[in-house]
């Protein structure tokens, strides 16, 4: 990959991203599939479709399902995965654990900088598409980030990146 973490051709994902998604989509397939059709085999059995609310319920579910698949298949299809020997480690990039000091607050703050389907910023994982993830993308160690939020513009300085 010439430009590790850019997203030029694909979402980008860390490769325990990838994995979770590879096995949601496994589970679909083999275990969920299988549970909805059945669902739907025992909601006939009760009669008359048009007032069978179990089998509108199962079908809904199953025409869900069927849409998370194909979301699943084709993000899958057009993934990228950043890995650490293609990641420079002294840049943030999707997979980068960073370390910003608050220079406002005097305080050390924590990131994860994952692909989007990955984010939790509660956790401290943090879209590269969201406001802060693009900021600090491509950014070096030592620099001075100015970040606008919704809340206003922060300054922090990346103290450390790792994988």
Do not use: C, W
Not at 52 to 69: H, L, P, S, T, V
Not at 119 to 141: C, M, Q, Y
């Amino acid at each position: 990959m010439a430009n590790p973490g850019s997203a030029e051709n694909g979402k980008l994902f860390t490769l325990e991203g990838m994995k979770k998604m590879e096995e949601e989509l496994e589970y679909l397939k083999t275990v969920k599939r299988v549970e909805v059709a059945e669902r739907i085999k025992v909601a006939r059995s009760f009669g008359d479709l048009s007032e069978n609310a179990e089998y509108d319920a199962a079908k809904n579910e199953q025409a869900f399902m069927e849409g998370r698949i194909m979301e699943l298949e084709n993000t899958l299809r057009n993934a990228q995965v950043v890995t650490d020997e293609e990641a420079p480690s002294d840049m943030v990039t999707v997979g980068s654990k960073v370390v910003l000091h608050d220079n406002e607050k005097n305080r050390d703050i924590t990131y994860h900088v994952v692909g989007s389907s990955e984010s939790d910023p509660l956790k401290g994982r943090i879209s590269n598409e969201s406001p802060v993830g693009k900021a600090l993308f491509g950014r070096k160690l030592g620099e001075e980030v100015k970040i606008q939020v919704p809340a206003g513009t922060f300054s922090y300085t990346i103290v450390s990146i790792s994988r």
